[in-house]
C-alpha cells in the first residue's frame, strides 16, 4: 500500500467528485502521472481563482471528459508542483496529510504541508 507525507498508509482523498490520476479516490502516482498529482487539497474559492488564472479552469463542468467542475470544499489531488506554486503566491489550499502521497515530498516541504494541514473528516 502507498504511504502518506505522514509515513503511514495513504488515505482516500475524496469520492465526489472521484479524485486521482487514476479516479479511484485515492492520491497514487504513477509512471503516466506526468502532473504528479498526489496533494490532496481542499478547493478555497481563492485556489481555483489563482488556478484558473493560471491556465487550469478546476471550477467549469467537462462533461465530455466526466469533470463535474470543482467547488470550495471539495477535495482533489493536485498536482505537487501547482500546489508549490499557489504557496509560494500565496494561495495554497489547505491539505489533507492523511491522503497526500509521500512523493510530494520531493516537491514540497513537510512543514509546508503541516502549516496547511486540515484533518481527513474536516470541511
Not at 3 to 15: I, R, W
Not at 50 to 66: C, K
Not at 95 to 116: G, M, N, R
Request: with cysteine; glycine share 10%; proline share 7%.
Amino acid at each position: 500500500m502507498a504511504k502518506n507525507v505522514l509515513g503511514t498508509d495513504l488515505q482516500t482523498c475524496g469520492t465526489d467528485p472521484m479524485t486521482g490520476f487514476y479516479r479511484d479516490g485515492c492520491c497514487n502516482t504513477g509512471q503516466g502521472d506526468q502532473g504528479v498529482h498526489v496533494v490532496c487539497a481542499q478547493m478555497t474559492e481563492e485556489f481555483l481563482a489563482f488556478s484558473r488564472s493560471r491556465g487550469n479552469d478546476l471550477s467549469t463542468p467537462e462533461p465530455a471528459w466526466g469533470f463535474p467542475g470543482l467547488q470550495p470544499g471539495d477535495r482533489w489531488c493536485l498536482c505537487a508542483e501547482r500546489w508549490k506554486e499557489a504557496l509560494d503566491a500565496g494561495f495554497a489550499p489547505p491539505v489533507v496529510l492523511e491522503a497526500t502521497h509521500i512523493s510530494a515530498l520531493e516537491f514540497v516541504d513537510l512543514a509546508d504541508l503541516k502549516a496547511s494541514a486540515v484533518s481527513p473528516g474536516s470541511r
